[in-house]
């Protein structure tokens, strides 16, 4: 029997209905989404795992998995190391998680799994590598983990995609669905919905009937949180959001649809849609929930090319690496006349299935138990993305020169340089988060 503990932060979330997550997500981040996915499935399937959830509210969570309440995650390890866990997973975010939790000695009585939601950076990287009792970091996508893949935490990391449940129900054909653009997400900067808003009107004079959804909130990690003067997003950001979509009186013109956080009732919305959006801008992007539940309800999606959605979109042909692209790349795909929808669904079937994800993660739990080493896909897919090819090289040499820095140092300081030296560059971009100190 293997004991181990999950942790989330749900505190402001606990007024959503996640009792029955077969229906889709209920309306919540795609972090508390995941983890209830695996502590359910786990719960429901492995009868040598036994599971507790450590939450900051009981109310409204699956009935079959064993919850345990408490204040913060400092409490919840505490509590978890009373109860005799083997093994607690948890998502290191420095938001909330300051670093000196982790250099508490009593740690050393559990093994530690972190859930690598985010991009880490090279110093909590060397950090999380020099921590006996830190045993696997679990990235969400495969080109997370190889871009730090000639860092030395590689060697403790692995990947496991977040998962969901997939319905084989028939989805609308995509001749029938109208012009309609879709975007799903939380309504903040970080979330890339302005750079949607201010393509809208380039849209518009190509596709003057095309309709804009706009699915969730400022309020989509936490209900508490206030409003602006629509009851749309954080006040300051509502104005930049609106500002592209506003007439002459001040109203939000009439292509454009805010809906709020909705549950699984957007899947209708999602049936009418021919094109999908997730995170225009992509920062911070390691998974893409919105992706996968856009292309099984049958849309054709396109957000930015990035580390993200190299993973989770099945057609990358769609993806752009510039942003100034996203208007006459929405055009594109408008006047497309079908989707590969039995392709998507087998490719999504095979790779984010609960029924592949959770057995992925037993898998890994197993291994933590029993000391093995994280195990690694030899095959080196999309070698050319990122200069991953590089990455590789770097790697096998410093298993011989190891004070050999990471090609992300490298990059950080020629971005810096750039910058200073007022380099124009508007197309150049660190490739994503880890690389800053």
Same mark, same amino acid.
């Given at each position: ?22 229906? +889709? ?20 399937? @492995? ?35 009373? %109860?005799?866990?083997? $093994? ?22 559990? @093994? ?17 590598? =020099?921590?006996?009792?830190? @045993?696997?970091?679990? %990235? ?28 084989? *129900? ?35 004079? *190509? /596709? ?9 909130? &400022? @309020?989509?990690?936490? #209900?508490?949180? %206030?409003?602006?003067?629509? &009851? $749309?997003?954080? =006040? =300051? ?20 649809? /805010? ?57 990358? %042909? ?19 006349? +079908? ?5 998507? #669904? ?11 994800? &959770? ?41 011989? /020169? ?26 150049? #971009? ?8």
């Amino acid at each position: 029997m293997i004991k181990c503990g999950f942790y989330i932060e749900n505190d402001g979330l606990k007024s959503v209905d996640c009792t029955d997550l077969r229906k +889709g997500n209920p309306g919540i981040g795609g972090v508390e989404y995941a983890t209830l996915l695996v502590a359910e499935w786990l719960s429901l399937t @492995k009868d040598d795992i036994s599971l507790t959830l450590y939450v900051r509210s009981s109310q409204n969570l699956p009935p079959s998995i064993h919850v345990n309440v408490c204040s913060d995650v400092m409490e919840a390890l505490v509590k978890s190391v009373n %109860n005799g866990d083997e $093994i607690f997973v948890l998502r290191f975010e420095p938001l909330y998680l300051q670093r000196h939790l982790l250099d508490n000695s009593f740690l050393h009585k559990l @093994k530690i799994v972190l859930w690598a939601h985010n991009f880490y950076s090279r110093r909590y990287l060397s950090y999380f590598d =020099s921590l006996s009792f830190v @045993k696997a970091i679990v %990235n969400v996508g495969r080109e997370q983990l190889d871009a730090y893949r000639d860092h030395h935490a590689f060697y403790k990391s692995t990947f496991i995609y977040n998962g969901l449940y997939v319905s084989d *129900e028939p989805v609308r054909e995509f001749g029938e669905r109208a012009d309609e653009v879709t975007y799903v997400g939380g309504l903040y900067p970080a979330k890339g919905v302005h750079y949607l808003t201010q393509a809208w009107p380039e849209v518009l004079s *190509e /596709f003057p009937d095309a309709k804009l959804n706009i699915i969730g909130s &400022g @309020k989509l990690y936490s #209900r508490d949180f %206030n409003l602006g003067t629509f &009851g $749309i997003a954080e =006040s =300051s950001f509502e104005k930049q959001l609106l500002e592209p979509l506003l007439d002459e009186n001040g109203d939000i013109i009439p292509s454009v649809r /805010f809906w709020g956080v909705l549950g699984p009732e957007k899947k209708q919305i999602l049936q009418n849609t021919k094109v999908g959006i997730p995170n225009p801008g992509g920062i911070g992007e390691t998974f893409g929930y919105t992706a996968v539940e856009m292309q099984l309800e049958g849309c054709l999606v396109t957000t930015i090319k990035n580390c993200g959605y190299m993973d989770t979109v099945y057609d990358r %042909n769609m993806l752009y690496t510039d942003i100034k692209d996203l208007s006459s790349k929405i055009v594109s795909l408008l006047k497309h006349n +079908g989707n590969d929808m039995s392709q998507v #669904r087998e490719y999504v079937k095979c790779n984010f299935s609960m029924a592949v994800v &959770g057995e992925k993660w037993y898998e890994l739990l197993q291994d933590v138990h029993t000391g093995k080493p994280m195990r690694h896909d030899p095959v080196l897919v999309n070698r050319n993305f990122q200069l991953k090819w590089l990455r590789e090289i770097n790697r096998k040499m410093k298993l011989l /020169f190891p004070f050999l820095p990471t090609v992300a140092f490298y990059q950080y300081y020629c971005y810096r340089l750039r910058e200073k030296l007022c380099f124009p560059f508007y197309k150049t #971009r660190l490739p994503v988060d880890y690389d800053k100190y």
